[in-house]
């Protein structure tokens, strides 16, 4: 699904935001990167998900180069990013469309498709209801129900349980291992070890832009 070989980025301010980084993701791997705030976990999900382009080293998705990331690569990847972003005026339902309709569904489709995922979520009450007068958790759970909707084959989440009550977190990881188990591979960026031990099949350290470490959650509890 994807693959970084060195993969490097440094911002405009000269800031260092990943030193060189090779990792890999397969079909049905549920990747969890962690570390402090500031060692690259957001810069790496920011350019496996081509917001960024990298600045050296290579990182292949779907098996062909990123390098020019074309509209069905793109599409075939969910987003969620840390902090929820919606158009506040319009209700759950009515911002769902309209994500599923960037992605290319057909809004049938969509309307069939969204209020399931959110009900699995514990959403579904709310979506008839202007996205301004939901809570940070309501927002999250929206926005993972707007990566799902197109069902993609990978995808990339920052943060995915933060602002989640306990059964809501239950209910995400039920449905991305789920997904995991359709051949759907995820890479999650959290400063939570408790996701990584109930979720990940692989963990990744980060420190100051570099991998320290790699395995199994079992494998680096030992």
Do not use: W
Not at 60 to 69: D, K, R
Not at 106 to 111: L, M, N, V
């Amino acid at each position: 699904m994807f693959e970084t070989k060195d993969l490097a980025f440094t911002y405009p301010s000269g800031r260092r935001g990943l030193g060189s980084v090779s990792l890999r993701g397969d079909p049905g791997d549920r990747v969890v990167v962690m570390g402090p705030n500031g060692s690259g976990k957001s810069t790496l999900l920011r350019l496996v998900s081509t917001e960024l382009p990298p600045e050296g080293g290579a990182l292949t998705l779907f098996g062909e180069p990123s390098s020019a990331p074309t509209k069905d690569i793109r599409r075939n990847i969910g987003i969620v990013q840390d902090t929820p972003v919606h158009v506040d005026d319009l209700t759950g339902m009515e911002n769902g469309l309209l994500f599923a309709e960037l992605y290319g569904m057909r809004e049938s489709d969509a309307a069939a498709a969204f209020p399931l995922l959110c009900e699995t979520l514990g959403l579904d009450e709310a979506l008839h209801v202007p996205v301004r007068e939901y809570s940070y958790g309501m927002k999250k759970k929206l926005l993972i129900a707007e990566a799902l909707v197109h069902r993609p084959e990978m995808l990339v989440m920052d943060e995915p349980a933060l602002g989640l009550d306990p059964p809501s977190r239950a209910a995400l990881y039920r449905t991305l291992e789920e997904h995991s188990a359709r051949g759907v591979c995820t890479l999650v960026a959290t400063n939570e070890p408790g996701l990584a031990q109930e979720l990940a099949t692989k963990v990744v350290l980060l420190h100051e832009g570099e991998v320290v470490a790699n395995g199994s959650p079992s494998e680096l509890m030992e």
